[in-house]
């Protein structure tokens, strides 16, 4: 848009509008099974696919950009998608089951301010903070070290901490240090109750939304 006006003085004052960032942008919105699966767009950790539903959709500038779907229990989906300006494109996808893992497990626990910060266990995203935050819940991996990372949805990639799973006989405590982002990172590992086989895998039987690790680290 260009707008001519005169001024006062006799100048002639020529000025041009730019198009709106807006109008340059489209949407993606993602159906993905299981919905806990995290979303990366072009690299970019975005949040759990469950938060990109039916009432939530993320910008992005117009143009092909590459989505990744990754969770720990399923193969990774990479693919990419075109999204034009002003328009949602929405991303439907089922991801396949591996194997579960066999234990024994210890158990990891986080804890920060951004619920859907990332959880990274030897540089793998494993999925959210929220997932894993409360006395019931909990990542099972097997007894081991393990390079841990909290990194928020917005902000710095986090400050990346060794943590020591015991084997199930043993409690251990290892906090992890607060990093540039000024949210507390907790990880907890104990051992926890028996596991048991239930439809989505290898649980405790403390809580049906505890999550696994993926064997081969």
Same mark, same amino acid.
């Given at each position: 848009?260009?707008?001519?006006?005169? &001024?006062?003085?006799?100048? =002639?004052?020529?000025?041009?509008? =730019?198009?709106? #960032?807006?109008?340059?942008?489209?949407?993606?919105?993602?159906?993905?099974? /299981? &919905?806990?699966?995290?979303?990366?767009?072009?690299?970019?950790?975005?949040? /759990?696919?469950?938060?990109?539903?039916?009432?939530?959709?993320?910008?992005?500038?117009?143009?092909?950009?590459?989505?990744? =779907?990754?969770?720990?229990?399923?193969?990774?989906?990479?693919?990419? #998608?075109?999204?034009?300006?002003?328009?949602?494109?929405? @991303?439907?996808?089922?991801?396949?089951?591996?194997?579960?893992?066999?234990?024994?497990?210890?158990?990891?626990?986080?804890? &920060?301010?951004?619920?859907?910060?990332?959880?990274?266990?030897?540089?793998?995203?494993?999925?959210? #903070?929220?997932?894993?935050?409360? /006395?019931?819940?909990?990542? @099972? =991996?097997? *007894?081991?070290?393990?390079?841990?990372?909290?990194?928020?949805?917005?902000?710095?990639?986090?400050?990346?901490?060794?943590?020591?799973?015991?084997? *199930?006989?043993?409690?251990?405590?290892?906090?992890?240090?607060?990093?540039?982002?000024?949210?507390?990172?907790?990880? @907890?590992?104990?051992?926890?109750?028996?596991?048991?086989?239930? *439809?989505?895998?290898?649980?405790?039987?403390?809580?049906?939304?505890?999550?696994?690790?993926?064997?081969?680290?």
């Amino acid at each position: 848009m260009k707008l001519v006006s005169l &001024s006062r003085t006799g100048l =002639l004052i020529v000025a041009f509008g =730019l198009p709106g #960032v807006a109008q340059q942008n489209g949407y993606v919105k993602t159906a993905v099974s /299981p &919905s806990r699966a995290g979303v990366f767009i072009d690299g970019k950790y975005v949040g /759990p696919a469950g938060n990109l539903g039916s009432a939530r959709k993320y910008p992005v500038a117009a143009g092909e950009h590459e989505i990744k =779907l990754t969770e720990p229990r399923y193969e990774d989906i990479v693919t990419k #998608v075109t999204v034009q300006a002003g328009k949602t494109t929405k @991303l439907e996808q089922k991801m396949k089951a591996v194997p579960p893992p066999q234990p024994p497990f210890g158990r990891l626990r986080t804890i &920060s301010s951004d619920k859907f910060a990332a959880v990274y266990v030897n540089g793998k995203f494993m999925g959210h #903070v929220d997932e894993f935050s409360n /006395p019931t819940q909990g990542l @099972l =991996l097997n *007894p081991g070290e393990y390079k841990v990372r909290i990194a928020p949805v917005n902000g710095p990639e986090g400050n990346e901490e060794t943590v020591k799973i015991g084997a *199930p006989q043993v409690n251990a405590r290892a906090p992890l240090k607060r990093d540039s982002s000024r949210f507390d990172a907790l990880a @907890l590992t104990d051992a926890g109750p028996p596991a048991r086989r239930s *439809p989505n895998g290898w649980q405790t039987a403390e809580a049906d939304r505890t999550r696994l690790g993926r064997l081969g680290f």
